[in-house]
């Protein structure tokens, strides 16, 4: 079982930047591929970012392509998510992930294990 806590969430205005944290517990954590993903109210959850065991391999979204970088310390079982020059349809509640597999997954039912968000907010 692995069970993950995101923080750092919070409001800031449009141009912005916030840097969302993802702990995880147990000891198997350098060898899970790590995903953030978002959602907006009355919509569906969607990739945001992933992260491959290593770190070696990441991707992102075309809409945050440029302006986010995600990042881990597997020493410190953690992932993170570096949002630059935030919009305001950036706004939604961030969810961390893991996924046995390692790799670079895009869609939801890959992962394995998801923590409960943190609330972005942009301002205009």
């Known amino acids: 079982q692995v069970q993950l806590v995101e923080s750092g969430g919070g409001l800031v205005q449009a141009g912005g930047s916030l840097r969302l944290s993802c702990a995880a517990s147990?000891?198997?954590?350098?060898?899970?591929?790590m995903g953030w993903f978002r959602q907006a109210p009355g919509k569906e959850r969607e990739f945001v970012a992933a992260?491959?065991?290593?770190?070696?391999?990441?991707d992102y979204a075309d809409s945050v392509k440029g302006r986010f970088t995600i990042s881990r310390d597997n020493a410190k079982n953690t992932v993170y998510l570096q949002m630059n020059s935030l919009k305001p349809e950036d706004t939604a509640v961030y969810y961390c992930?893991?996924?046995?597999?390692?790799?670079?997954?895009?869609?939801?039912?890959?992962?394995?294990?998801w923590g409960r968000g943190t609330q972005v907010t942009v301002s205009s």
């Open positions: 992930a893991a996924q046995r597999s390692a790799g670079i997954y895009y869609a939801r039912g890959m992962y394995d294990y």
């Open positions: 147990g000891r198997t954590f350098s060898s899970y591929g």
């Open positions: 992260i491959n065991w290593s770190g070696g391999i990441t």
